[in-house]
């Protein structure tokens, strides 16, 4: 039977990783990430969940026992943020590489310095070429569901990839909100059991994982990442509709979810929490007669550039919101991705919430203004404080 | 083609690979001499010194030439030549 | 003699591509005989992960992970970790009992997988990590670790006008982990095959976190003739220079003592390493390793 | 949508209380959404928390900047904080204190919270007794809802009491 709780994000996240049965989790805390460690910890602790918990001293350590634990053949789940994901870095690249479907929460926050727990996306955008599928959400239900579809999709044969299932911190991770817990047999039956043909460490059938990838191999290896991010796509669809069809709940096509699109010549193109915020701006505008669209991107790798393009067929003026900034560039990542595609376009670019700063509906309706005056390419840091 | 991860599934197929073309010097083993105290064996880098009809035996396939044998073998059962080629 | 002492299974293939006289082949060659088939193993980045996996050829014969540099007990305890959950749900492995090995060189171990060693050690796993040592970054041209001894000159360390080679000692990783507490904790040397393999026997066999760090001569690293590899690890030994012990649930054990220590000038006269040593350069080694002997009643 | 935005310090469980109103309101049958103001504050330093409560899914993420209601669960906080920073016209002000205080342009209710805290629970912990005024003067959510909420977020002897509390503080405002 499914249940409905008012719980956080970060809770969100540890019923999600419980109901999928996983077997080991390696996680380290850090803000604003903690709480879905501590519950997993208690699921454990009090026999809710059959896992291993492994208590590392780093985030370095959590990703690699990861990689280890899922070599094994292990369902294995971590979760971190900020500074944590990017101590992971190195290995992140190992565990796509050698094509472990690891699932891991992100509580996204900002990157020292200064220091600052707050959200932003600057550290999983920054993580962007690491090999991983990475998923955006909007809310807390979407956080459970997301990780429910991401062992689906991350253990499919087509993809065995790693997936980062993306939520704001705080934001997020510290409201309580509404969410439906589905009955844990149906869970389980969705996802099956982790049963891997490809890597294993079984004395019976020694293999070698992890060796010297020689010139001779190592760019065919990489393609062959790229090739299971070009599958992802479809799996990640398939994923979305099966899930709807057993759960009742869907995320646009999985990719991309579009809002008001149709007629409307200005469309904003965000990721994360803020698209609530931006539909609630739609929907006021829309009672004074005035059209604006939403394109929220819900996979940011793979970029689903082909949806993207046909979503936005019929837009004049593309407002990207960027959570993060590539310095020395003045842009953000989602624009600098997405600019080449949309050369037909008038495109601009928004620095938003950068370190926990609020967005408020007034600043959507300022971007708005903005992106429908600009001249095309510019860049507009929004809530900046003047002097 | 490379596999998924790029496992390798084959155990211990470095035997492909025969290292013997390395070597300079050639250890030679005395069968009559030696007393099959296994020092030769267990300190092989290579692992190239095997028993076969309760003898050790090299096998120049592997043998690099380290002639870590020729000095361990308390019996002066195992001599070394410049390898020929 | 009639008794075969060494079981002739071998889970390091030839073909590997370490170099003529490779020590660490050497101790793996040792360490797997002791551990047997049921044995998978985690590898840290270095000569042995690289000279035994240029894809697509591995000299294993056991299940094999290689990681990173600095993470080879991480990426065990997650395999131990996951041995353990999957024969507890999914009945894998048939209840056999797993040995949990991974081998980091002294850089990977005692420098920059220094953290993760500590905490896997602490976490209690059930696990062996063996530390072969051959005293500097062999892989990268022999640069200095913190396990490089006093004096050594390596291409960071190099032996100039004014610094004698490394000015610091070698860092004593033995006693470090032995301060975690586990219930075993070993030195070894690839010179004693019936000492190193008993030691891997038995912390395979003890329940936790295990520990043996063996010395591993590398010919190419320390300058002296291939064949002398083995030569070279007796000396260490009989000079006092490494010696041999156990630590086992915090009994501390000499498992090898030499009748009369010889002088390490033995030692250091056959290795290129040590070529720009004075007498009385010598005579401050000796006295070092002489109160060290004495600390451990040698 | 209403929002309502919680004043206490830092152990006072302001973010409890944000959050068992957020639930309070979902038994009624509405949505909510509660979080904090996340700061890098320790205990006993001001902090505040929000909650929103709709007919219709929630869907705004920004913070509270105009609220309906305003609890505050410390009076000393008045002297420190503008408390009725941004509270809407009309909107209402529960405060946790024994005197009589007068704002402009809002309604002020006051109760001895801590009084009552002390008297049931033993402990001068104020966040349900607040909850139980609030929902009293304002009748956002109902009693019934309230007390369910707080049982499932305290263990049951704790959350029983606090459920009586809440309901010895509503009564008490019931009315006035």
Request: neutral net charge; hydrophobic residues 40%; charged residues 25%.
């Amino acid at each position: 039977m499914s249940k409905v709780k008012i719980i956080t994000g970060t809770s969100a996240a540890a019923e999600a990783a419980r109901l999928c049965d996983v077997d080991v989790v390696s996680a380290y805390p850090i803000t604003p990430q903690t709480t879905c460690v501590e519950k997993l910890a208690d699921f454990v602790a009090n026999g809710e969940l059959d896992a291993e918990f492994i208590k590392v001293e780093s985030e370095h350590s959590a990703i690699s026992a990861c990689v280890g634990a899922s070599a094994t053949g292990a369902r294995t789940f971590t979760a971190t943020s900020s500074q944590g994901l990017a101590l992971m870095h190195e290995v992140l690249f190992i565990a796509s590489g050698m094509r472990l479907p690891i699932v891991m929460m992100n509580a996204n926050r900002a990157l020292s310095a200064p220091i600052n727990i707050w959200n932003d996306q600057q550290d999983s955008i920054s993580q962007r070429d690491t090999g991983w599928i990475q998923i955006y959400v909007e809310d807390n239900q979407e956080t459970l569901d997301s990780i429910i579809q991401a062992f689906k999709i991350a253990e499919n044969e087509n993809v065995l990839l790693p997936v980062m299932v993306n939520l704001d911190g705080f934001i997020l991770t510290h409201t309580v909100e509404p969410v439906e817990l589905p009955d844990e047999e149906e869970v389980r039956n969705f996802v099956g059991i982790y049963n891997p043909k490809h890597a294993y460490l079984d004395p019976d059938k020694p293999i070698t994982q992890g060796p010297v990838g020689v010139p001779s191999c190592y760019m065919e290896s990489k393609h062959d990442v790229q090739l299971a991010m070009d599958n992802a796509e479809k799996v990640i669809i398939d994923v979305n509709e099966e899930f709807a069809k057993k759960f009742g709940r869907k995320y646009g096509n999985g990719l991309i979810e579009t809002y008001n699109i149709e007629n409307a010549e200005t469309v904003i193109v965000a990721m994360g929490s803020i698209c609530g915020t931006i539909k609630e701006v739609i929907d006021n505008l829309k009672q004074n007669g005035k059209e604006y669209g939403l394109l929220r991107i819900r996979t940011y790798r793979p970029l689903p550039t082909n949806h993207i393009r046909e979503a936005l067929k019929n837009a004049k003026n593309v407002a990207i919101l960027d959570k993060n900034i590539t310095i020395g560039l003045n842009k953000g990542a989602l624009y600098t991705d997405l600019a080449g595609i949309l050369k037909d376009k008038k495109t601009t670019n928004y620095i938003v919430g950068l370190g926990g700063r609020d967005i408020k509906p007034e600043d959507i309706e300022e971007i708005i203004k903005h992106a429908e005056k600009a001249e095309d390419g510019e860049t507009k840091w929004i809530g900046l404080n003047k002097q | 083609m490379v596999t998924i991860g790029a496992i390798i599934y084959e155990p211990g197929n470095s035997i492909n690979n025969k290292t013997g073309s390395w070597r300079v010097f050639k250890p030679i083993m005395d069968k009559d001499k030696c007393v099959m105290c296994e020092n030769c064996f267990i300190f092989c880098p290579e692992g190239c010194i095997k028993e076969k009809d309760g003898k050790f035996e090299i096998d120049y396939d592997y043998c690099k030439g380290c002639l870590i044998c020729v000095e361990e073998c308390p019996v002066n059962a195992i001599t070394s030549i410049r390898e020929e080629k | 003699m009639a008794e075969k002492q060494f079981p002739r299974e071998e889970y390091l293939a030839s073909g590997h591509r370490g170099c003529a006289g490779c020590g660490a082949a050497i101790v793996v060659r040792q360490a797997l005989k002791a551990a047997g088939k049921d044995t998978i193993v985690a590898n840290a980045t270095g000569c042995l992960e690289v000279m035994t996996t240029p894809y697509p050829e591995t000299a294993w014969r056991v299940p094999w992970i290689h990681v990173a540099f600095e993470n080879a007990a991480a990426a065990a305890s997650g395999v131990e970790s996951a041995v353990k959950v999957l024969q507890r749900k999914r009945k894998k492995y048939a209840d056999k009992k797993i040995n949990i090995i991974a081998f980091g060189g002294d850089g990977g171990t005692s420098d920059i997988g220094f953290q993760s060693l500590s905490g896997a050690m602490e976490r209690g796993h059930n696990m062996l990590y063996i530390m072969y040592d051959n005293e500097a970054y062999m892989n990268t041209g022999i640069q200095r670790s913190s396990s490089t001894p006093l004096l050594a000159s390596t291409t960071t360390s190099p032996a100039g006008s004014v610094i004698k080679g490394e000015d610091r000692p070698k860092k004593d990783m033995a006693m470090i982990i032995a301060a975690h507490g586990v219930p075993y904790v070993a030195t070894a040397c690839l010179s004693y095959p019936e000492d190193f393999m008993k030691k891997v026997k038995k912390a395979c066999e003890i329940e936790g976190p295990a520990f043996i760090h063996v010395l591993q001569p590398c010919t190419t690293g320390w300058g002296y003739n291939p064949k002398n590899t083995v030569k070279m690890g007796r000396l260490a030994v009989e000079t006092g220079v490494f010696p041999l012990y156990e630590i086992e649930n915090g009994e501390f054990r000499i498992t090898y003592k030499p009748i009369k220590r010889k002088p390490i000038k033995e030692y250091t006269q056959l290795q290129k390493r040590y070529r720009h040593l004075t007498d009385e350069d010598i005579e401050i080694l000796q006295k070092y390793i002489d109160e060290k002997c004495k600390l451990l009643g040698l | 949508m209403i929002e309502i935005r919680f004043h206490g310090r830092g152990g006072q469980g302001a973010v409890t209380a944000a959050q068992i109103l957020a639930k309070a309101a979902f038994y009624d049958g509405k949505f909510s959404q509660a979080f904090p103001f996340f700061g890098v504050e320790r205990r006993g330093a001001p902090v505040m928390a929000f909650t929103r409560i709709d007919d219709k899914k929630i869907r705004l993420r920004s913070q509270i900047y105009e609220p309906d209601y305003v609890i505050v669960q410390d009076p000393t906080l008045l002297d420190i904080i503008d408390i009725k920073g941004g509270l809407k016209k009309g909107g209402k002000i529960v405060v946790n204190t024994h005197n009589n205080l007068q704002f402009s342009d809002c309604e002020v209710y006051t109760i001895d919270a801590t009084g009552i805290a002390l008297e049931v629970l033993g402990l001068p912990i104020v966040n349900t007794a607040m909850l139980g005024a609030f929902t009293g003067v304002t009748g956002e959510v109902t009693i019934e809802s309230l007390k369910k909420a707080i049982m499932d977020t305290f263990p049951k002897k704790l959350g029983e009491k606090n459920a009586k509390v809440a309901e010895v503080a509503y009564n008490m405002v019931k009315g006035k």
